[in-house]
C-alpha cells in the first residue's frame, strides 16, 4: 500500500507535469473573460459553445459564480457517434444533463482536481478523477491543459465527452 507521502509527492509530480504542458497561449494573463468567452477565443471549442447555447446554459456558465468545466474539444465531439449527438439535440433535458456532467460547482484548479478521488458534477452525479504517471483522468478523459482561467472560473481541456451512466 502506498503511503501517504508517496502518493503527495506523486500528486505534486502530476500538477507540475500538467502546468508544463499548458500552452502558454490556453492561459490568458487577464481573466476579464467568463468561462463562455474563454472557450470561444479559444477556438477548440464550438461544438461546446453551440450545445451549451443550445442547452440554455451558456448564460449560466458566462454568470456570476465560480465554476469548473472539463471541456471536450471539437476533436473530442467528433469521436462521438452522430446518432449520439442527433439524440442530444432532441432530448434538451438529455442535453442538459450531459453537459452538466462536465460542469462542478467552484475553482477547482488542478492542484484541487489531483488530490480528489472523484466530483460532484452539477448534474448530481459524480466523475472519477484518476492520476497516474504525470496525467490526470476526469471520468476517462485525459486532461489536455488544465487551469485555462476565467473570470467566473477554470477551464480544464478534456480529449473525450463525458457520459453519464
Excluded: C
Amino acid at each position: 500500500m502506498k503511503t501517504f507521502r508517496s502518493i503527495l509527492a506523486m500528486s505534486a509530480a502530476a500538477a507540475v507535469a500538467l502546468a508544463a504542458a499548458l500552452p502558454a497561449s490556453a492561459a490568458p494573463a487577464a481573466t476579464d473573460k467568463n468561462i463562455v468567452e474563454t472557450a470561444v477565443a479559444a477556438g477548440q471549442f464550438k461544438t461546446l459553445v453551440s450545445l451549451l447555447q443550445q442547452a440554455g446554459l451558456a448564460d449560466t456558465l458566462a454568470g456570476n459564480g465560480a465554476y469548473t468545466v472539463f471541456a471536450p474539444t471539437d476533436a473530442a465531439f467528433a469521436k462521438v457517434p452522430k446518432a449520439t449527438l442527433d439524440q442530444l439535440a432532441k432530448d434538451k433535458t438529455k442535453l442538459r444533463s450531459v453537459l452538466l456532467y462536465h460542469v462542478a460547482k467552484g475553482k477547482l484548479t488542478a492542484a484541487k482536481v489531483i488530490k480528489r478521488r472523484s466530483i460532484k458534477t452539477l448534474n448530481g452525479e459524480r466523475v472519477r478523477v484518476r492520476v497516474g504517471a504525470g496525467k490526470v483522468f476526469v471520468g476517462g478523459a485525459r486532461v489536455t491543459a488544465p487551469d485555462v482561467r476565467a473570470s467566473n472560473g477554470v477551464i480544464h481541456v478534456i480529449d473525450k465527452v463525458l457520459i453519464p451512466r
